[in-house]
């Protein structure tokens, strides 16, 4: 049997037959669908890329319905407990897990750009004492481009490594930075004796010691959040990040697009929401109550849900246990036990059940960061650190793939047509203009 699809066009009876590859069909196809010999031919029409695939990749695979995720073929519950975020990252980024000589080489890289130009310092000194956190990271990171005017050279490969090792290895920097700006506290210099997660950790929260010691569950634990945060194919940020980078733009630009589009509350802003829904729930007690009020569809159950996970998120399941080796050290975040409540009611409720909502990666997450002394607004930060690894191979494989091009979908337009120019004077009066803008922002 042929792998291919028959299309008929009631419209006209035309028929096309279209091959189907890899699982998908080339919706160019129908451009041969014309109604007309003006016509331009059929479009498909998909809203935010439900069945839509843009691209084809071999870095991140995802089976929604069966709970899997793996990076590069390999499972992700395997490298979270096994591996360490430097070795995942090279592995997402160039394809392979690294002999031991290619790891020593790639860790040595990365700690050589863990510093940041003074200049950069300054930059962040610039930002209001109560600014945000995952702001001024975007700020930041997109700042960092006027410094490497190297990095334009996007077709150079040796230019792209060396950008992928400095965006690795500043990203905790400059998210400590933010951090210590907040809380007015001086910046700590990179030490490049600790681990990539260790170093972080001293950036953050040495205070007046001569050398800040992190502690190794918690240092383990966040360098495992930060594995699993990794990459996960072509969510809202990694488009966005291959979206920009195709108008080869360089890569502090492109990152820094990922870094906006995680910072919304339906993407990695969720970890933030969920501590905030979680207190204002307030108690067990409350749980029910508010079960109700997500029903009714008043508020979303922050933390919940997924575009393609409908029956677990692996890494939720991952971080849940994860996060009672970290209470051993911080002691009972009490957010648990209304974590655990939510999680056990909704899971029993038709509502949940109907439509697949299970705990997603930042259910649990938010829970453990806040644990280890993280302010809210940091929790979107942490995720970015680990995802940059994934936004930097996705930007990569969109560069080197001959089939993609600048990203630029097509409408549907609806709106009105061949309208002559009013004269000011003559428009017609502001109550019935209300009406006529109101669709507008
Ligand atoms: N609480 C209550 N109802 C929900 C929720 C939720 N968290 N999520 C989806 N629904 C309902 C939604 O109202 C809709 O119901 P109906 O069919 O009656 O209209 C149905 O489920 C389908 O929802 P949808 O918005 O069409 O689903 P989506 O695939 O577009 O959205 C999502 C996925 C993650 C944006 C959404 O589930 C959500 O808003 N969750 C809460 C925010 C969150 O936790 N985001 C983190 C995602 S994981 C990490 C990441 O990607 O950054």
């Given at each position: 049997?042929?792998?291919?699809?028959?299309?008929?066009?009631?419209?006209?009876?035309?028929?096309?037959?279209v091959p189907i590859e890899n699982g998908a069909i080339p919706t160019k196809a129908l451009l041969?669908?014309?109604?007309?010999?003006?016509?331009?031919?059929?479009r498909g029409?998909d809203?935010s890329f439900t069945n839509t695939a843009a691209c084809k990749s071999r870095i991140t695979f995802i089976?929604?319905?069966?709970?899997?995720?793996?990076y590069r073929?390999?499972?992700?519950?395997?490298?979270?407990?096994?591996?360490?975020?430097?070795?995942?990252?090279?592995?997402i980024v160039k394809g392979?897990?690294?002999?031991?000589?290619?790891?020593?080489?790639?860790?040595?890289?990365?700690?050589?750009?863990?510093?940041?130009?003074?200049?950069?310092?300054?930059?962040?000194?610039?930002?209001?004492?109560?600014?945000?956190?995952?702001?001024?990271?975007?700020?930041?990171?997109?700042?960092?481009s006027?410094?490497?005017?190297?990095a334009h050279d996007v077709e150079n490969l040796e230019s792209r490594r060396?950008q992928t090792?400095?965006l690795?290895?500043?990203?905790?920097?400059?998210?400590?930075?933010?951090?210590?700006?907040?809380?007015?506290?001086?910046?700590?210099?990179?030490?490049?004796?600790?681990?990539?997660?260790?170093?972080?950790?001293?950036?953050?929260?040495?205070?007046?010691?001569?050398?800040?010691?992190?502690?190794?569950?918690?240092?383990?634990?966040?360098?495992?959040?930060?594995?699993?945060?990794?990459d996960h194919e072509q969510n809202c940020s990694a488009n966005a990040v291959r979206a920009v980078g195709s108008s080869l733009v360089d890569p502090y630009s492109a990152v820094a697009a990922g870094?906006a589009a995680?910072?919304?509350?339906?993407?990695?802003?969720?970890?933030?929401?969920?501590?905030?829904?979680?207190?204002?729930?307030?108690?067990?007690?409350?749980?029910?109550?508010?079960?109700?009020?997500?029903?009714?569809?008043?508020?979303?159950?922050?933390?919940?849900?997924?575009?393609?996970?409908?029956?677990?998120?692996?890494?939720?399941?991952?971080?849940?246990?994860?996060?009672?080796?970290?209470?051993?050290?911080?002691?009972?975040?009490?957010?648990?036990?209304?974590?655990?409540?939510?999680?056990?009611?909704?899971?029993?409720?038709?509502?949940?059940?109907?439509?697949?909502?299970?705990?997603?990666?930042?259910?649990?997450?938010?829970?453990?960061?806040?644990?280890?002394?993280?302010?809210?607004?940091?929790?979107?930060?942490?995720?970015?650190?680990?995802r940059t690894s994934g936004w930097l191979a996705q930007w990569a494989e969109m560069l080197r793939d001959p089939e993609q091009r600048i990203a630029r979908p097509r409408q549907?337009?609806?709106?009105?047509?061949?309208?002559?120019?009013?004269?000011?004077?003559?428009?017609?009066?502001?109550?019935?203009?209300?009406?006529?803008?109101?669709?507008?922002?």
């Open positions: 049997m042929a792998d291919t699809l028959t299309i008929t066009d009631n419209r006209t009876g035309k028929t096309v037959e041969q669908l014309k109604t007309s010999d003006d016509d331009i031919g059929l029409y809203p089976d929604g319905e069966k709970g899997i995720l793996q073929g390999y499972p992700i519950e395997q490298l979270a407990e096994k591996s360490n975020y430097l070795e995942t990252a090279y592995l392979e897990l690294p002999d031991a000589a290619h790891f020593t080489r790639w860790e040595r890289n990365i700690t050589m750009h863990t510093m940041v130009h003074e200049n950069i310092k300054t930059f962040i000194s610039g930002f209001r004492y109560d600014a945000h956190p995952m702001g001024i990271l975007l700020g930041t990171v997109g700042a960092l006027t410094f490497y005017p190297d060396l090792r400095r690795i290895g500043k990203l905790p920097t400059i998210a400590a930075y933010a951090y210590r700006h907040s809380r007015g506290y001086p910046y700590v210099s990179p030490d490049n004796e600790l681990s990539y997660t260790g170093n972080f950790l001293s950036m953050l929260f040495q205070m007046r010691e001569r050398r800040y010691v992190p502690n190794p569950v918690i240092e383990r634990a966040l360098d495992t959040l930060f594995v699993l945060h990794g870094i995680l910072y919304g509350p339906l993407h990695g802003g969720a970890n933030e929401a969920v501590v905030r829904m979680l207190e204002s729930i307030g108690s067990v007690q409350n749980v029910a109550k508010s079960v109700a009020r997500f029903k009714k569809g008043e508020e979303r159950l922050m933390g919940f849900g997924h575009r393609v996970y409908k029956n677990f998120d692996p890494r939720g399941t991952i971080i849940k246990k994860l996060a009672y080796d970290v209470f051993e050290v911080t002691g009972k975040n009490p957010l648990i036990d209304v974590a655990l409540e939510l999680e056990r009611i909704a899971l029993q409720d038709d509502y949940f059940l109907k439509r697949k909502l299970y705990p997603n990666v930042d259910f649990y997450s938010a829970i453990i960061y806040q644990a280890m002394g993280f302010p809210m607004k940091m929790f979107p930060v942490l995720f970015a650190i680990g549907l337009y609806l709106g009105e047509m061949d309208r002559d120019y009013v004269d000011i004077a003559q428009r017609p009066a502001p109550t019935d203009r209300e009406d006529m803008v109101s669709d507008s922002i």
